[in-house]
Protein backbone atom coordinates (compact mmCIF):
# COMPACT_ATOMS: atom_id res chain seq x y z
CA UNK A 1 0.00 0.00 0.00
CA UNK A 2 1.63 3.32 -0.90
CA UNK A 3 2.37 5.45 1.84
CA UNK A 4 0.85 9.22 1.74
CA UNK A 5 2.79 12.23 1.43
CA UNK A 6 2.24 15.62 1.57
CA UNK A 7 5.77 17.70 0.47
CA UNK A 8 6.75 20.90 -0.56
CA UNK A 9 9.17 21.24 -3.66
CA UNK A 10 11.89 24.31 -3.99
CA UNK A 11 12.31 24.34 -7.36
CA UNK A 12 12.41 26.46 -10.60
CA UNK A 13 12.61 23.97 -13.13
CA UNK A 14 8.79 21.65 -13.55
CA UNK A 15 10.44 18.56 -15.52
CA UNK A 16 12.79 18.51 -12.51
CA UNK A 17 9.74 18.44 -10.18
CA UNK A 18 7.68 16.32 -11.97
CA UNK A 19 10.81 13.85 -12.27
CA UNK A 20 11.25 13.74 -8.34
CA UNK A 21 7.69 13.22 -7.59
CA UNK A 22 8.03 10.36 -10.40
CA UNK A 23 10.64 8.69 -8.31
CA UNK A 24 8.73 8.94 -5.36
CA UNK A 25 5.57 7.38 -6.92
CA UNK A 26 7.79 4.49 -7.95
CA UNK A 27 9.32 4.21 -4.44
CA UNK A 28 5.96 3.53 -2.78
CA UNK A 29 4.83 7.26 -1.85
CA UNK A 30 1.47 8.50 -3.07
CA UNK A 31 2.60 12.26 -3.24
CA UNK A 32 0.98 15.59 -2.98
CA UNK A 33 3.18 18.37 -3.54
CA UNK A 34 3.34 22.28 -4.61
CA UNK A 35 6.47 23.48 -6.36
CA UNK A 36 7.64 26.82 -5.25
CA UNK A 37 10.02 28.75 -6.48
CA UNK A 38 10.32 32.03 -4.43
CA UNK A 39 10.61 32.65 -0.78
CA UNK A 40 7.60 34.40 -0.55
CA UNK A 41 5.99 31.06 -1.44
CA UNK A 42 8.33 28.89 0.41
CA UNK A 43 7.19 30.62 3.29
CA UNK A 44 3.55 30.22 2.72
CA UNK A 45 4.47 26.93 1.87
CA UNK A 46 5.61 26.31 5.09
CA UNK A 47 2.84 27.63 6.96
CA UNK A 48 0.69 24.20 5.43
CA UNK A 49 3.13 22.46 7.26
CA UNK A 50 4.22 19.64 4.67
CA UNK A 51 5.11 16.17 5.83
CA UNK A 52 8.67 16.91 3.95
CA UNK A 53 10.72 19.35 1.73
CA UNK A 54 12.72 19.04 -0.71
CA UNK A 55 14.83 21.89 -2.67
CA UNK A 56 17.09 22.50 -5.43
CA UNK A 57 20.65 24.09 -4.20
CA UNK A 58 20.57 27.41 -7.00
CA UNK A 59 17.24 28.77 -8.08
CA UNK A 60 17.17 32.44 -9.76
CA UNK A 61 15.13 33.80 -6.71
CA UNK A 62 16.15 31.70 -3.98
CA UNK A 63 18.34 28.90 -2.56
CA UNK A 64 18.46 25.51 -1.30
CA UNK A 65 20.34 27.00 1.50
CA UNK A 66 18.15 29.96 2.30
CA UNK A 67 15.35 27.35 2.25
CA UNK A 68 17.15 25.51 4.75
CA UNK A 69 17.62 28.47 7.42
CA UNK A 70 14.03 29.32 6.78
CA UNK A 71 13.09 26.05 7.81
CA UNK A 72 15.13 25.80 10.77
CA UNK A 73 13.88 29.24 11.56
CA UNK A 74 10.30 28.36 11.60
CA UNK A 75 10.95 25.96 14.36
CA UNK A 76 8.51 23.16 12.51
CA UNK A 77 10.38 20.11 12.50
CA UNK A 78 9.71 19.11 8.75
CA UNK A 79 12.94 16.95 7.42
CA UNK A 80 14.61 19.27 4.80
CA UNK A 81 16.43 17.48 2.20
CA UNK A 82 18.69 19.09 -0.90
CA UNK A 83 18.40 17.71 -4.07
CA UNK A 84 20.98 19.29 -6.74
CA UNK A 85 22.66 18.84 -10.20
CA UNK A 86 25.26 21.45 -8.71
CA UNK A 87 25.98 20.97 -5.41
CA UNK A 88 29.15 20.50 -3.97
CA UNK A 89 30.46 19.16 -0.93
CA UNK A 90 30.90 22.78 1.16
CA UNK A 91 27.40 23.99 0.16
CA UNK A 92 26.24 20.67 1.52
CA UNK A 93 27.98 20.73 4.76
CA UNK A 94 26.20 24.09 5.09
CA UNK A 95 23.00 23.19 4.36
CA UNK A 96 23.45 20.41 6.79
CA UNK A 97 24.23 22.97 9.58
CA UNK A 98 21.15 24.49 9.31
CA UNK A 99 18.85 21.42 9.75
CA UNK A 100 19.49 19.73 6.49
CA UNK A 101 18.48 15.72 6.82
CA UNK A 102 20.48 15.00 3.87
CA UNK A 103 21.49 16.02 -0.02
CA UNK A 104 21.30 14.06 -3.10
CA UNK A 105 22.26 15.17 -6.86
CA UNK A 106 19.65 15.04 -9.63
CA UNK A 107 21.39 12.09 -11.82
CA UNK A 108 21.20 9.86 -8.72
CA UNK A 109 17.60 10.14 -7.95
CA UNK A 110 17.38 6.11 -7.63
CA UNK A 111 18.63 6.71 -3.39
CA UNK A 112 15.62 9.58 -2.98
CA UNK A 113 13.35 6.79 -1.56
CA UNK A 114 15.62 5.61 0.71
CA UNK A 115 16.52 9.16 1.51
CA UNK A 116 12.94 10.13 2.41
CA UNK A 117 11.80 6.73 4.50
CA UNK A 118 15.19 7.68 6.90
CA UNK A 119 14.70 11.57 6.96
CA UNK A 120 10.91 11.11 8.45
CA UNK A 121 11.73 8.51 10.75
CA UNK A 122 14.57 10.27 12.00
CA UNK A 123 12.06 13.46 12.66
CA UNK A 124 8.91 10.90 13.99
CA UNK A 125 12.08 9.97 16.29
CA UNK A 126 13.26 13.88 17.19
CA UNK A 127 9.21 14.60 17.62
CA UNK A 128 9.18 11.65 20.52
CA UNK A 129 12.32 12.87 22.24
CA UNK A 130 11.19 16.46 21.93
CA UNK A 131 7.60 15.07 23.73
CA UNK A 132 9.09 13.17 25.71
CA UNK A 133 11.54 16.12 27.33
CA UNK A 134 8.40 18.36 27.20
CA UNK A 135 6.84 16.14 29.30
CA UNK A 136 9.56 15.62 31.73
CA UNK A 137 9.83 19.96 31.79
CA UNK A 138 6.11 19.97 32.72
CA UNK A 139 6.59 17.50 35.78
CA UNK A 140 9.88 19.17 36.83
CA UNK A 141 8.25 22.40 37.23
CA UNK A 142 4.80 20.75 38.60
CA UNK A 143 7.14 19.17 41.48
CA UNK A 144 8.99 22.43 42.18
CA UNK A 145 5.72 24.38 42.31
CA UNK A 146 4.04 21.74 44.89
CA UNK A 147 3.62 23.49 48.41
CA UNK A 148 4.39 19.69 49.57
CA UNK A 149 7.71 18.61 49.92
CA UNK A 150 7.89 15.77 47.50
CA UNK A 151 10.79 13.09 48.02
CA UNK A 152 11.50 10.27 44.64
CA UNK A 153 14.06 7.45 45.89
CA UNK A 154 15.32 4.24 44.34
CA UNK A 155 13.90 1.19 45.32
CA UNK A 156 16.91 1.34 48.05
CA UNK A 157 15.53 3.99 49.39
CA UNK A 158 18.41 6.07 47.63
CA UNK A 159 17.04 9.89 46.95
CA UNK A 160 16.76 10.97 43.19
CA UNK A 161 15.02 13.99 43.58
CA UNK A 162 13.63 17.06 46.62
CA UNK A 163 12.02 19.69 45.55
CA UNK A 164 12.34 23.16 46.71
CA UNK A 165 9.68 22.53 49.59
CA UNK A 166 11.71 19.45 50.68
CA UNK A 167 14.40 21.42 51.17
CA UNK A 168 12.56 24.06 52.27
CA UNK A 169 11.38 21.73 55.55
CA UNK A 170 14.59 19.91 56.14
CA UNK A 171 17.41 23.02 55.52
CA UNK A 172 19.75 20.51 52.71
CA UNK A 173 20.14 21.78 49.08
CA UNK A 174 19.61 19.50 46.82
CA UNK A 175 22.76 18.62 46.32
CA UNK A 176 23.13 16.96 49.68
CA UNK A 177 20.55 14.80 49.75
CA UNK A 178 21.04 13.75 46.36
CA UNK A 179 22.46 9.52 46.91
CA UNK A 180 21.30 9.43 50.48
CA UNK A 181 18.81 7.69 52.53
CA UNK A 182 15.62 9.76 54.06
CA UNK A 183 17.74 8.47 57.29
CA UNK A 184 19.82 10.91 57.37
CA UNK A 185 16.68 13.07 58.52
CA UNK A 186 16.26 10.82 61.58
CA UNK A 187 16.07 11.79 65.23
CA UNK A 188 15.56 8.44 67.06
CA UNK A 189 12.25 9.59 68.50
CA UNK A 190 10.75 6.35 65.80
CA UNK A 191 12.01 3.03 67.16
CA UNK A 192 12.92 0.11 64.28
CA UNK A 193 9.43 -1.49 63.99
CA UNK A 194 8.04 1.94 62.71
CA UNK A 195 10.75 1.33 59.76
CA UNK A 196 10.04 -2.30 59.37
CA UNK A 197 6.32 -1.52 59.13
CA UNK A 198 7.23 1.23 56.51
CA UNK A 199 9.14 -1.15 55.01
CA UNK A 200 6.78 -3.86 54.61
CA UNK A 201 4.14 -1.96 53.52
CA UNK A 202 5.70 -0.15 50.94
CA UNK A 203 7.97 -3.03 49.31
CA UNK A 204 4.48 -5.15 49.28
CA UNK A 205 3.26 -2.10 46.66
CA UNK A 206 0.61 -0.55 49.04
CA UNK A 207 0.96 2.93 50.18
CA UNK A 208 1.96 4.20 53.67
CA UNK A 209 0.59 6.87 55.55
CA UNK A 210 1.63 8.24 58.94
CA UNK A 211 3.56 10.46 61.07
CA UNK A 212 6.96 10.86 61.95
CA UNK A 213 9.54 12.85 63.40
CA UNK A 214 13.00 13.82 61.90
CA UNK A 215 15.96 16.60 61.77
CA UNK A 216 16.62 19.30 60.19
CA UNK A 217 19.99 20.41 58.92
CA UNK A 218 19.91 23.16 61.72
CA UNK A 219 19.79 20.31 64.55
CA UNK A 220 15.89 20.97 65.17
CA UNK A 221 13.18 18.56 65.29
CA UNK A 222 9.94 18.45 63.04
CA UNK A 223 6.50 16.15 62.93
CA UNK A 224 5.44 15.47 59.45
CA UNK A 225 2.85 13.90 57.64
CA UNK A 226 3.72 11.20 54.96
CA UNK A 227 2.34 9.31 52.32
CA UNK A 228 4.82 7.30 50.22
CA UNK A 229 3.56 5.68 47.41
CA UNK A 230 5.30 2.95 45.22
CA UNK A 231 6.16 3.18 41.69
CA UNK A 232 5.96 0.12 39.41
CA UNK A 233 7.61 -0.47 36.25
CA UNK A 234 5.35 -1.87 32.41
CA UNK A 235 6.37 -5.61 33.99
CA UNK A 236 4.98 -4.59 37.53
CA UNK A 237 8.02 -4.63 39.77
CA UNK A 238 8.55 -1.86 41.65
CA UNK A 239 11.20 0.84 41.14
CA UNK A 240 10.41 3.82 42.64
CA UNK A 241 8.88 5.41 45.76
CA UNK A 242 7.35 8.76 46.03
CA UNK A 243 7.16 10.58 49.44
CA UNK A 244 5.10 13.26 50.08
CA UNK A 245 5.41 15.04 53.55
CA UNK A 246 4.11 17.97 54.88
CA UNK A 247 5.71 19.76 57.74
CA UNK A 248 2.30 19.67 60.76
CA UNK A 249 4.89 20.54 63.80
CA UNK A 250 2.55 24.13 64.61
CA UNK A 251 -0.49 21.77 64.83
CA UNK A 252 1.16 19.42 67.17
CA UNK A 253 2.23 21.72 69.58
CA UNK A 254 -1.13 23.59 69.17
CA UNK A 255 -2.75 20.23 69.47
CA UNK A 256 -0.38 19.91 72.77
CA UNK A 257 -1.27 23.49 74.58
CA UNK A 258 -5.20 22.72 74.20
CA UNK A 259 -4.23 19.34 75.77
CA UNK A 260 -2.92 20.89 78.30
Known amino acids: MARPLNILIAEDSPDDA ?3 VAQLHHDGFEVQWQRVETEADFLNGIKKQPDLILSDYSMPQ ?3 LRAAQLTQKSGLDI ?6 GTVGEEA ?4 MKHGAY ?3 LKDRLARLGQAVTHALKEAEELNRRKKAEQQILIQTRALEAAANAILIT ?3 GNILLA ?3 CCAMTGYAPEEMFGRNPRMLGCGQQGAGFFRNLWETILAGQVWRGEM ?5 DGTIYHEESTITPVRATGGEITHFIAVKQDITERKHAAAVLQK
Open 79 to 84: PFILIS
Open 163 to 165: NSA
Open 92 to 95: AVQA
Open 102 to 104: DYL
Open 18 to 20: DLI
Open 62 to 64: FSG
Open 213 to 217: ANRRK
Open 154 to 156: DRK
